[in-house]
């Protein structure tokens, strides 16, 4: 039997070529031209059909057994400048493709153009994320209504609330034998966000906040770190832990405007366990943010190391280690290796030039440390863990203290309150 959407086949294709062939893509558009404000489940599905039997009328037979080739570049290898063949990784700087995305490739000289044959890696499809249909479940979701400050009277410039390292999804105690489990479900995760969220707002003392989480917000993709480098142990599937996070997130925005009337929220997208999985949660965010709140800005940082300004204030955030690169990132202590580089990123950005206060922050460590003076030019601040310590922390180390930190700024000065979770 046809399907009730094959009228729509000719306009399915015709969008298809305007949106990289992407389904997800294309079954929105056209959900937009129907009068609908999202595809249902079938439309999806046969848009993603229709797309698959464009692919499958021109596609090409290959010998590559291990990874077949999903694309054949022709995009010549020869450098006009300089008259000689581009190395890869100067031919994926020079096509802006990317390097660390290959597992395999092989230069094709015999032809009339010299051109890189690539094998991508597998990696997960980011349209299986369908966010329309995420934030569906929102759909009739209304804002809490302003209420203003309550208990305190404004005598600072800005309130700031850092959290780190909430690792949604962990077990503490997945051999039931652990020496500290904590409960780290969701209900355990929401009472620990509960009392954060309950201090910042009895400690009010701004009309303005920003919020910043450093990082490592979901624990692992898969169950396993960006790198894949070992199997995390977890309490939950990527769907929980992806629902979890995304609801924690919205319910923090929408608490919070309550009584703040200017929210700024700052999300590190470059860690070591979250990595495009927390993106993906922050990306969420973001997009429902911007459709529902009015006085909310979420700003999704995807650098290594990021910074933003207020007024002669900058603050230099970071996870502490990034998603591929660092096997060793910052220390808890600043060393002089990691001193130069967050002196030269700011040389490198006219930070020195532009602000008269800088303040270095960072996840990653699971520590509480605040450092004023080892360096002269800025501050060097480790903030704790919201989340407890995993099992294997708690073997090769110890328990630890788990938090947040609540800061008062008003013009260059700071009261830092951390507040420890038991």
């Not at 056209?30 to 039997?53: F, M």
């Not at 077990?171 to 509960?194: A, C, F």
């Not at 280690?321 to 808890?332: A, E, I, N």
């Not at 509480?368 to 863990?385: E, I, R």
Request: charged share 25%; hydrophobic share 30%.
């Amino acid at each position: 039997m046809e399907s009730k959407h094959a009228i729509h086949k000719k306009r399915i294709i015709e969008l298809a070529k305007e949106h990289d062939y992407k389904y997800a893509r294309v079954a929105k558009e056209l959900a937009l031209e129907l009068g609908k404000k999202y595809p249902g489940g079938t439309l999806k599905e046969y848009c993603k059909k229709t797309i698959k039997e464009i692919f499958a009328k021109v596609s090409v037979k290959s010998e590559t057994k291990a990874n077949d080739y999903k694309q054949k570049f022709v995009l010549s290898a020869w450098n006009q400048e300089n008259g000689q063949m581009m190395d890869i990784d100067k031919y994926c700087q020079h096509y802006s493709l990317p390097r660390k995305d290959i597992s395999s490739y092989k230069l094709v000289s015999h032809t009339g153009t010299p051109y890189y044959n690539i094998v991508f890696k597998e990696i997960q499809n980011v349209e299986e994320f369908d966010f329309d249909a995420i934030l569906s479940k929102y759909e009739n979701f209304k804002p809490s209504k302003y209420k203003g400050n309550q208990n305190n009277p404004k005598v600072s410039d800005f309130d700031t609330l850092t959290y780190t390292d909430v690792h949604i999804g962990m077990d503490t105690d997945s051999t039931k034998n652990s020496m500290y489990p904590v409960d780290w479900s969701l209900n355990g995760i929401m009472d620990s966000y509960k009392i954060m969220i309950d201090k910042t707002i009895e400690t009010q003392t701004s009309d303005t906040i920003v919020v910043d989480e450093l990082g490592d917000f979901l624990d692992g993709f898969n169950g396993l770190t960006t790198r894949g480098g070992h199997k995390l142990p977890q309490l939950m599937t990527n769907e929980e832990a992806f629902d979890t996070a995304l609801e924690f997130k919205i319910k923090m925005i929408d608490d919070l405007q309550k009584h703040y009337s200017k929210i700024i929220i700052n999300n590190i997208c470059n860690d070591n366990h979250a990595g495009s999985f927390g993106y993906f949660v922050n990306s969420s965010l973001k997009n429902f943010s911007d459709r529902v709140f009015k006085n909310v800005e979420v700003i999704n940082h995807r650098q290594f190391i990021n910074h933003y300004g207020i007024g002669k204030i900058c603050f230099i955030i970071t996870h502490g280690k990034d998603d591929v690169t660092l096997k060793c990132g910052f220390k808890p202590n600043l060393d002089s290796k990691g001193m130069e580089k967050i002196d030269q990123y700011c040389k490198q950005n006219n930070i020195y030039k532009d602000y008269d206060l800088i303040v270095f922050k960072k996840g990653d460590s699971h520590q509480c440390l605040f450092d004023m003076c080892t360096s002269d030019d800025f501050y060097y601040f480790n903030y704790p863990a919201l989340s407890p310590s995993s099992q294997w922390v708690q073997n090769n180390f110890k328990k630890g203290r788990r938090g947040f930190v609540l800061e008062k700024w008003d013009k260059l000065n700071c009261t830092l309150t951390p507040i420890f979770i038991k």
